[in-house]
Nanobody, 116 residues
Framework: QVQLMESGGGLVQAGGSLRLSCAAS????????MGWYRQAPGQQQELVAR???????DYADSVKDRFTISKDGAENAVNLQMNMLKPEDTAVYYC??????????WGQGTQVTVSS
Protein backbone atom coordinates (compact mmCIF):
# COMPACT_ATOMS: atom_id res chain seq x y z
CA GLN A 1 0.00 0.00 0.00
CA VAL A 2 1.25 3.44 -0.90
CA GLN A 3 1.88 5.85 1.92
CA LEU A 4 2.80 9.50 1.53
CA MET A 5 5.19 10.81 4.14
CA GLU A 6 5.04 14.53 4.79
CA SER A 7 7.36 16.75 6.74
CA GLY A 8 8.16 20.40 7.26
CA GLY A 9 5.09 22.03 8.72
CA GLY A 10 5.22 24.29 11.75
CA LEU A 11 4.78 27.76 13.16
CA VAL A 12 6.31 30.80 11.49
CA GLN A 13 5.85 34.55 11.60
CA ALA A 14 4.32 36.40 8.69
CA GLY A 15 6.91 37.01 6.02
CA GLY A 16 8.81 33.87 6.93
CA SER A 17 9.40 30.67 5.01
CA LEU A 18 8.72 26.98 5.35
CA ARG A 19 9.51 24.01 3.19
CA LEU A 20 7.19 21.02 2.95
CA SER A 21 8.35 17.67 1.66
CA CYS A 22 6.41 14.64 0.56
CA ALA A 23 7.61 11.24 -0.57
CA ALA A 24 5.80 8.07 -1.51
CA SER A 25 6.77 4.92 0.36
CA UNK A 26 7.09 2.85 -2.82
CA UNK A 27 8.00 3.50 -6.41
CA UNK A 28 5.01 4.08 -8.61
CA UNK A 29 5.17 3.27 -12.28
CA UNK A 30 2.91 5.98 -13.59
CA UNK A 31 2.33 9.21 -11.74
CA UNK A 32 0.02 11.74 -13.29
CA UNK A 33 0.63 14.46 -10.75
CA MET A 34 1.82 15.23 -7.24
CA GLY A 35 1.08 18.26 -5.22
CA TRP A 36 -0.48 19.87 -2.21
CA TYR A 37 -3.96 20.82 -1.11
CA ARG A 38 -4.76 22.77 2.00
CA GLN A 39 -7.76 23.21 4.23
CA ALA A 40 -8.25 25.98 6.74
CA PRO A 41 -10.87 25.74 9.50
CA GLY A 42 -14.32 26.34 8.08
CA GLN A 43 -12.98 26.51 4.55
CA GLN A 44 -13.15 24.17 1.59
CA GLN A 45 -10.11 22.25 0.56
CA GLU A 46 -8.18 24.02 -2.18
CA LEU A 47 -5.38 23.08 -4.53
CA VAL A 48 -2.22 24.93 -3.59
CA ALA A 49 0.24 23.64 -6.17
CA ARG A 50 0.85 20.59 -8.31
CA UNK A 51 3.40 19.29 -10.73
CA UNK A 52 2.44 16.94 -13.51
CA UNK A 53 4.61 14.32 -15.14
CA UNK A 54 5.55 16.49 -18.12
CA UNK A 55 6.89 19.08 -15.71
CA UNK A 56 4.05 21.55 -15.85
CA UNK A 57 3.22 23.28 -12.60
CA ASP A 58 -0.02 24.85 -11.44
CA TYR A 59 -0.55 27.21 -8.53
CA ALA A 60 -3.46 28.76 -6.76
CA ASP A 61 -3.60 32.47 -7.58
CA SER A 62 -3.17 33.26 -3.90
CA VAL A 63 0.27 31.63 -3.75
CA LYS A 64 1.75 32.48 -7.14
CA ASP A 65 5.14 34.18 -6.89
CA ARG A 66 5.46 33.05 -3.27
CA PHE A 67 5.34 29.25 -3.40
CA THR A 68 7.41 26.94 -5.58
CA ILE A 69 6.77 23.25 -6.11
CA SER A 70 9.55 21.01 -7.35
CA LYS A 71 10.47 17.36 -7.64
CA ASP A 72 12.90 16.13 -5.05
CA GLY A 73 15.12 14.05 -7.29
CA ALA A 74 12.98 10.93 -7.35
CA GLU A 75 9.81 10.85 -9.36
CA ASN A 76 7.73 10.07 -6.31
CA ALA A 77 8.81 12.98 -4.11
CA VAL A 78 8.03 16.70 -4.16
CA ASN A 79 8.88 19.78 -2.17
CA LEU A 80 6.88 22.93 -1.63
CA GLN A 81 8.94 25.99 -0.81
CA MET A 82 6.72 28.61 0.80
CA ASN A 83 8.06 32.13 1.07
CA MET A 84 6.54 35.40 2.22
CA LEU A 85 3.99 33.49 4.24
CA LYS A 86 0.82 35.23 5.30
CA PRO A 87 -1.61 34.50 8.15
CA GLU A 88 -4.16 33.43 5.54
CA ASP A 89 -1.82 30.61 4.54
CA THR A 90 -2.57 28.96 7.87
CA ALA A 91 -4.08 25.55 7.16
CA VAL A 92 -3.49 21.85 7.20
CA TYR A 93 -1.53 20.97 4.08
CA TYR A 94 -2.11 17.60 2.45
CA CYS A 95 0.19 16.00 -0.05
CA UNK A 96 -1.46 13.99 -2.80
CA UNK A 97 -0.33 11.68 -5.56
CA UNK A 98 -2.48 10.92 -8.58
CA UNK A 99 -1.43 7.54 -9.90
CA UNK A 100 -4.14 7.34 -12.50
CA UNK A 101 -6.00 4.05 -12.52
CA UNK A 102 -4.66 2.82 -9.17
CA UNK A 103 -6.14 5.92 -7.62
CA UNK A 104 -5.23 9.03 -5.66
CA UNK A 105 -3.24 8.79 -2.47
CA TRP A 106 -3.16 11.29 0.38
CA GLY A 107 -0.79 12.16 3.16
CA GLN A 108 -1.93 12.54 6.75
CA GLY A 109 -1.63 16.32 6.65
CA THR A 110 0.80 18.74 8.21
CA GLN A 111 -0.14 21.91 10.06
CA VAL A 112 1.19 25.24 8.86
CA THR A 113 0.51 28.19 11.16
CA VAL A 114 1.51 31.73 10.26
CA SER A 115 1.31 34.29 13.03
CA SER A 116 0.76 37.97 12.35
Amino acid sequence: QVQLMESGGGLVQAGGSLRLSCAASVSIFSIRAMGWYRQAPGQQQELVARIVTIGTTDYADSVKDRFTISKDGAENAVNLQMNMLKPEDTAVYYCYLDAGRPGVYWGQGTQVTVSS
